[in-house]
């Protein structure tokens, strides 16, 4: 029996791997466009690689999960987040979590899952075929079993062949990108890190809290990575023009203006002397707090705390809350290491993954309709459909 995978990703080498362990008699070759494999294992996370998540603060799926929650939740059952860990620690890679509850090699580099991988693939003998791009079915007519890991396809070219055999297709856009922000007073603060804050597409659901990095460009770090998540076809349906509000303030705090206004108010009587500029109450840097008291205040932010009137208090409230910048696109270079959208999971059966079109296909990772927030939940979704794949074709080889 032969078994093609079509895609060197980690969600590619994760399968051959998984169905080699299952099935120590099946051929496995894996066919690879381009002349590197994993190569965006290698990058990822900074180059340590952010391989899964603890899931200890995730109260549902869908807040880390904004397509493919409901299969995911199911599959989790064969394959979870703690079943992933268990498989890198017996294969020789330790693993440690970090505060925010991301896992990451105990080597802190991803050549530690990268040579785990390509170990395992020479041990199990799975061949490893690079510079082959597959267009059709008929290019591996001669395997028993096809499995589609191809990932991402931001252009959607890599969809037309599947979507030929009658599988639907969601229109694939990106996902986890940093903003342009056309402020240069505001990019002026390039290299802070601001946490946490709250940033929102003003008009809709979408927000996201968590730290932010204000760069040369724009906005990045998780907060505005996870916005970009849950808000990738809105942002992009609007082309990536549209307003950007951002709460600079701590959640706990900023749960009512009346709590943030008591704490200016407690500033005026007990520092009625002071400049503003000199003292921040809530903890931001000293060029933030500058920035924020000149944008509200304008020259009226060189004033005592006494001097301050209920206007300018209704002012910097609102600047610290809902301060707004209009977005002028994604960041000026492509970071973005995740589309959304791929193969519909309509088009795939929920306990298999295998192709309600063409029977012995199957699909795992990127290259379906599931895309996770950045803190190694796409990764994890890789090993889980992965997993799975190789399961339902262990299964139908045996029954």
């Known amino acids: 029996m032969k078994t093609a995978v079509i895609g060197g990703g980690a969600a590619g080498f994760f399968t051959a791997i998984c169905l080699k362990e299952q099935m120590p008699q099946m051929d496995v070759t894996i066919f690879e466009r381009s002349q590197r494999v994993l190569a965006k294992v290698a990058v990822s996370g900074g180059g340590r690689c952010n391989c899964t998540n603890t899931f200890r603060q995730v109260r549902s799926l869908q807040s880390v999960y904004p397509r493919g929650h409901r299969l ?224 509200s205040l304008g020259t009226r932010s060189q004033i005592r705390w006494a001097d301050l009137n209920q206007k300018d208090i209704n002012r910097l409230l609102n600047t610290l809350q809902n301060d707004t910048y209009q977005i002028a696109g994604r960041a000026p270079f492509k970071d973005e290491f995740v589309t959304c959208g791929g193969i519909s999971l309509r088009a795939v059966n929920p306990s298999t993954l295998e192709s309600r079109h063409v029977p012995r296909l199957y699909f795992a990772g990127e290259v379906l309709d599931i895309d996770g927030i950045t803190g190694g939940f796409n990764f994890q979704a890789a090993w889980t459909t992965a997993y799975v794949v190789a399961h339902s074709i262990s299964a139908a080889v045996h029954s």
Do not use: M
């Open 72 to 295: 995911l939740q199911r599959l989790f059952r064969t394959f979870s987040h703690d079943d992933a860990r268990q498989w890198f620690e017996r294969h020789g890679v330790p693993l440690v979590a970090q505060d925010d509850e991301c896992i990451f090699p105990a080597a802190q580099d991803s050549r530690a899952i990268i040579d785990c991988f390509l170990s395992l693939a020479s041990r199990y003998h799975i061949k490893i075929c690079k510079g082959v791009k597959i267009r059709t079915l008929t290019d591996v007519c001669d395997f028993d079993y096809v499995v589609v890991t191809t990932g991402g396809s931001p252009q959607g070219e890599g969809l037309r062949w599947l979507a030929d055999l009658g599988h639907e297709t969601v229109p694939p856009v990106p996902s986890l990108f940093s903003l342009s922000v056309n402020d240069s007073q505001f990019t002026a603060l390039q290299g802070l890190v601001v946490n946490p804050v709250t940033v929102l597409l003003p008009g809709t659901k979408h927000r996201a809290t968590g730290p932010l990095l204000i760069t040369h460009w724009g906005v990045s770090g998780p907060a505005v990575l996870k916005l970009s998540s849950y808000a990738a076809r809105h942002l992009a349906e609007c082309s990536y023009q549209s307003p950007l509000s951002i709460n600079w303030l701590d959640a706990s705090l900023a749960d009512a203006d009346g709590d943030v206004a008591a704490v200016l108010h407690e500033q005026i009587i007990c520092h009625p002397q002071k400049q503003l500029h000199t003292h921040c109450p809530f903890g931001l840097q000293q060029r933030l707090w500058s920035y924020l008291l000149d944008k």
